[in-house]
């Protein structure tokens, strides 16, 4: 079973190997969400199905809901229903991918970790490392999945809401750890949000500096150093990881679990919730 990442060596082995297997393609654009669409017929791993951010894993207007923010979680029942129908059984290895990096399918990724599945990777360097290696595309629209039954297991992820966030906003029982670029974290620039900065007291690590320049992870030494270095006397227990709408803090979490930290837990509606819920304090700098 893979569960954090997949080479690309590996997934051409368990493709042949004839296990049930799974494959999604969730490449996106935040400034042009249409987009995602075009990408995915220009180019996809051959038998791909297509997870869109906003259309497939997020909840929609008048939905009910795990979560607040820009990318608010659909309800487990929802979402069970939803990967089922896409051909995911319980025996099913999930793989997610993207052009490059790990920025939108780490949000399957741990989706699928909240319903309970366990066997779901990322595929390391994304479409790029596949087609680098000489891997087949398709073209054009998804194959139609064999629907499978599939049921929501105990949570294997940790969901964290902005009431606990608040409640325990200063103590030493929680971590926030912010995955934005710096100049968002301290408020000097805003293009999404309707308040710029940060939750008071949290942590910078950009998600992007889990990456090499092609796209892959950095090996597991040198994240767990780097993470160490940034935590100090802080505990895995602690972390709560967040962004701007709870999709690129999913990377940081990743790359903590590629490290060997213990799995941490993630503040879904994030910097989007956090700055629309009244009374709230917000720090700058």
Not at 65 to 73: F, M, T, V, Y
Not at 152 to 177: F, H, K, N, S, Y
Not at 214 to 233: H, I
Not at 236 to 253: D, F, K, Q, R, Y
């Amino acid at each position: 079973m893979f569960n954090t990442l997949i080479s690309v060596a590996e997934l051409q082995s368990l493709i042949a190997s004839g296990r049930p297997v799974a494959l999604f393609d969730c490449s996106f654009d935040l400034a042009d969400p249409a987009a995602a669409d075009r990408l995915f017929a220009e180019a996809h791993l051959p038998s791909a199905q297509q997870a869109h951010l906003d259309r497939d894993l997020s909840a929609h207007a008048g939905d009910a809901r795990e979560s607040g923010g820009r990318h608010p979680l659909p309800t487990r029942a929802t979402f069970a229903q939803w990967i089922g129908a896409h051909g995911v059984g319980p025996d099913t290895q999930v793989v997610v991918y993207e052009r490059s990096g790990a920025n939108f399918c780490g949000r399957l990724w741990w989706m699928l970790k909240w319903l309970g599945h366990e066997a779901v990777a990322v595929l390391d360097g994304g479409l790029a490392a596949w087609q680098a290696a000489g891997g087949a595309i398709e073209r054009g629209p998804a194959a139609r999945p064999v629907p499978r039954r599939f049921e929501a297991g105990e949570a294997r992820a940790r969901l964290v809401c902005t009431e606990a966030v608040a409640r325990d906003l200063g103590r030493p029982t929680q971590t926030l750890i912010d995955a934005r670029a710096p100049a968002r974290f301290r408020g000097e620039v805003e293009p999404l949000d309707p308040v710029a900065g940060h939750i008071p007291g949290a942590l910078n690590r950009p998600f992007t500096e889990n990456f090499t320049p092609d796209g892959r992870f950095k090996p597991a030494e040198q994240l767990r150093a780097e993470w160490t270095a940034l935590l100090g006397l802080r505990s895995a227990p602690t972390i709560v990881h967040h962004c701007g709408s709870g999709v690129s803090a999913i990377p940081n979490l990743l790359a903590m679990e590629i490290a060997g930290f213990p799995r941490t837990a993630l503040y879904a509606g994030s910097w989007s919730e956090w700055c629309n819920t009244p009374g709230l304090p917000v720090a700058r700098g």
